[in-house]
């Protein structure tokens, strides 16, 4: 799997994409969580152009992949002929709440990245929504600011930064459990953003799980 997302990034950077921001260690934690869990569906808020669904699709062909974006244009690139992900031009809240409730799977992996494009910020209304359902989650939350990894970007909206602290706060607002998690270490990359996991009312197999990747070490 390794050599192959490897190769993949490579691509990506040959012609010019930005595929999980062409970082190996991102796309492996993507890969390892996909793998571990056994996942079938994964949810992207935020498509953009669609490079990194592309990416994880060619990895794992037969994942379902469901994935918004509120600009038209970038749909329609992130499409180009493709009809083997399910690309939509949506508000992700409407998006996720459609999804959480007509998707019939015990587990889902939620991909929150919709913010930025016109200043637009719906994580927290995003977090408050997951964590008032009932079902078990993993997100990964993108631009995320990640306690003394002081390399690591981020983004801020308004004044409010996309951290730990934010993500801990808001789901603290609703009914759910959650554990959060973030990379294992720090290293070096051209284009390092900050993300962090967490882990939606997990039971004791799913914390096992995510205690057991290398990749990523638990914080909360």
């Given at each position: 799997m390794e050599n192959k997302i490897t190769e993949l990034?490579?691509?990506?950077?040959?012609?010019?994409?930005?595929?999980?921001?062409?970082?190996?260690r991102f796309a492996n934690e993507f890969a390892s969580i996909i793998s571990k869990f056994n996942?079938?569906?994964?949810?992207?808020?935020?498509?953009?152009?669609?490079?990194?669904?592309?990416?994880?699709?060619s990895l794992f062909p037969k994942?379902?992949?469901?994935?918004?974006?509120?600009?038209?244009?970038?749909?329609?690139?992130?499409?180009?002929g493709n009809d083997?992900?399910?690309y939509e031009v949506k508000d992700s809240i409407p998006f996720l709440k459609e999804k959480i409730?007509?998707?019939?799977?015990?587990?889902l992996f939620i991909f929150l990245d919709a913010h930025g494009?016109?200043?637009?910020?719906?994580?927290?209304?995003?977090l408050l929504l997951i964590g008032n359902s009932t079902k078990q989650f993993i997100l990964?939350?993108?631009?995320?600011?990640?306690?003394?990894?002081?390399?690591?970007?981020?983004?801020t909206y308004g004044?409010?930064?996309?951290?730990?602290?934010?993500?801990?706060?808001?789901?603290?607002?609703?009914?759910?459990?959650?554990?959060?998690?973030?990379?294992?270490?720090?290293?070096s990359h051209f284009n390092l953003r900050g993300r962090c996991y967490v882990l939606i009312n997990p039971d004791k197999e799913m914390i096992r799980n995510m205690n057991d990747n290398k990749l990523l070490k638990g914080i909360l």
């Open positions: 990034i490579n691509q990506s950077i040959k012609d010019g994409k930005d595929c999980m921001c062409n970082d190996n996942l079938n569906i994964f949810i992207e808020t935020g498509s953009y152009l669609g490079h990194s669904s592309d990416l994880i699709k994942l379902e992949i469901y994935s918004c974006d509120i600009n038209n244009s970038y749909v329609e690139i992130a499409k180009n083997s992900i399910n409730e007509l998707l019939n799977e015990k587990l494009f016109g200043g637009d910020f719906p994580l927290e209304e995003e990964c939350i993108h631009d995320c600011k990640i306690p003394n990894y002081n390399n690591f970007g981020y983004d004044g409010v930064s996309i951290s730990t602290e934010l993500i801990e706060k808001t789901l603290k607002k609703t009914n759910c459990s959650f554990n959060i998690y973030i990379p294992s270490e720090q290293y």
